[in-house]
């Protein structure tokens, strides 16, 4: 059965940059897609191309993310992935198992593994056709109690002091890769397309166009600076880049006894489907 893009999701124009090609974002509808087969179907026809990067801080939710584009993360018993170390690569595969492409995880921590990874994909001999830039909105929080207790002895003892420290590490980490994009597209012509990904939708479901707001080349964050920067010194010729919110799984998060419920209502598998038919569009283009 063929899908639209336009019955998966409404799509609003942001504003065009360049004069080039409109800078978009999608949220959900509210026709509940719930079968699992028809995300890793989707996955299935979207996959079959060149490699594409996922970046992003650690725990932004690089692994989930990619978990449920191919389902796994709708299995019943699914444990969410411990902190990556390494690179991990996913294969995606059509039903005569004919064809297959990879989507490539790179650590979000420091680390001589990420450092490598991102030297192959980006800036190496065939670099990457296009990054799916993964942000949490501010909700994330370290892996060990270790570094969870540092934060703490730093003040950061709320929900909204954690994401105002985490919006400030999303910015340099995402202004690092910028300047990685910026030399491989001036060297290669590529990656061709960034798509930044905000996911944990379910979280701020309320706040959505603020969410947009804060990463969007049009806005005035300094995440959206540094998107706009990176798009003015590319020239929107080489580079597209469009904006997307997602809800991998329904998960709430807690800091410090303070909780953000998951909003269940949500609608996570048509959010999925949603997504892979734009990134099918965006690497098209």
């Known amino acids: ?28 509808t509210k026709e509940a897609i719930k079968n699992r087969e028809s995300v890793q179907r989707w996955a299935t026809k979207l996959f079959v191309g060149p490699p594409i990067a996922v970046t992003g801080i650690s725990g932004a939710g690089k692994s989930v993310m990619v978990d449920a584009l191919t389902g796994l993360a709708s299995e019943a018993g699914y444990e969410k992935p411990s902190k990556s170390l390494i690179v991990d690569k996913k294969s995606f595969r059509d039903k005569a198992q004919k064809s297959k492409s990879r989507l490539i995880i790179i ?76 030399m491989s597209n001036r060297r290669k012509r590529k990656p061709k397309w960034l798509l930044i990904l905000a996911t944990k939708a379910d979280l701020y479901s309320g706040s959505a166009r603020e969410a947009l707001e804060t990463y969007h080349p049009d806005g005035s964050s300094p995440f959206a600076v540094a998107a706009g920067d990176l798009l003015r010194k590319v020239g929107t010729q080489n580079l597209s880049i469009d904006v997307g919110i997602v809800c991998s799984l329904h998960e709430s998060f807690e800091w410090r006894g303070e909780v953000v419920e998951s909003d269940h209502g949500y609608d996570q598998h048509s959010s999925l489907i949603t997504l892979v038919k734009f990134i099918g569009e965006v690497a098209k283009s």
């Open 107 to 182: 650590p979000g921590q420091d680390s001589e593994s990420r450092s490598r990874a991102l030297d192959q994909y980006l800036d190496g001999k065939d670099p990457v056709e296009g990054v799916i830039h993964v942000v949490p909105n501010g909700f994330q929080k370290p892996w060990d109690l270790v570094g969870q207790d540092a934060l703490f002895r730093r003040g950061i003892d709320t929900i909204e002091a954690l994401r105002r420290d985490n919006l400030e590490k999303e910015v340099a980490d995402f202004r690092a890769l910028c300047e990685r994009i910026a």
């Open 1 to 28: 059965m063929a899908l639209s893009l336009a019955s998966l999701g409404r799509v609003r124009k942001m504003g065009v940059v360049g004069g080039r090609k409109p800078i978009v974002w999608f949220e959900l």
